[in-house]
């Protein structure tokens, strides 16, 4: 059984940092790109970042590139998403969500999702 | 970056009614459009792929259709396990994945 369990959220403040982990089981957890997906409270999704299997490519949206950090430990089975420099509108819960094979190939979408983390910036 | 817009935000109907729901494309996407379904408090889930592939699983009361900019999902007869908000998302602008802002399903 496909499991993805995210942990790392927690209240932070403005400007300040926190990692983000997803461990990942049921699944050759290597051989599949992995995304973050984020859900401010009350409103919709929104794709943040994502990695190959091999953890080489990484892919980022515009508002976080540059303080977000995506990466992988495919020994370990778990993806880690380290966020610096968090503004009040990263406040979300946030996705861990495997990829059917590759990133940024087709067909492409989002089989197995977490649970999800929330993270709270505020003073 | 193309925008997805679903329509009506949200939605009331009865238990067996037939619902649509649409999502439009600012620009062409082929048919490189999926469709979650999330219920409260939980992740979202995989129903459609493609525009009109059915995931193994989903009750074949649901359907999707469409290409290039304009597309369905349509529950052919609304049950109330279907409560749950509808997001469409594209994936012709790879890698950036674009969901659609909602849309809120409830029972009258």
């Known amino acids: 059984e496909v499991q993805l369990v995210e942990s790392g959220g927690g209240l932070v403040q403005p400007g300040g940092s926190l990692r983000l982990s997803c461990a990942a089981s049921g699944f050759t957890f290597s051989s599949y790109a992995i995304s973050w997906v984020r859900q401010a409270p009350g409103k919709g999704l929104e794709w943040v970042s994502g990695i190959s299997g091999s953890g080489g490519d990484t892919y980022y949206a515009d508002s976080v590139k540059g303080r977000f950090t995506i990466s992988r430990d495919n020994s370990k089975n778990t993806l880690y998403l380290q966020m610096n420099s968090l503004r009040a509108e990263d406040t979300a819960v946030y996705y861990c969500?495997?990829?059917?094979?590759?990133?940024?190939?087709?067909?492409?979408?989002?089989?197995?999702w977490g649970q999800g983390t929330l993270v709270t910036v505020s003073s | 970056d193309i925008q997805m817009t679903q329509s009506p935000s949200s939605l009331s109907a009865s238990v067996g009614d037939r619902v649509t729901i649409t999502c439009q494309a600012s620009?062409?996407?082929?048919?490189?459009l999926n469709w979650y379904q999330q219920k409260p408090g939980k992740a979202p889930n995989l129903l459609i792929y493609?525009?009109?592939n059915l995931v193994t699983g989903v009750p074949p009361r649901f359907s999707g259709s469409g290409s290039d900019t304009d597309f369905t999902l349509t529950i052919s007869s609304l049950q109330p396990e279907d409560i749950a908000t509808y997001y469409c998302?594209?994936?012709?602008?790879?890698?950036?994945?674009?969901f659609g802002q909602g849309t809120k399903l409830e029972i009258k």
């Open positions: 998302q594209q994936y012709e602008s790879l890698p950036r994945y674009t």
């Open positions: 620009q062409g996407i082929n048919n490189y």
């Open positions: 493609d525009a009109s």
């Open positions: 969500a495997k990829h059917i094979i590759a990133i940024a190939t087709r067909p492409d979408f989002f089989d197995y």
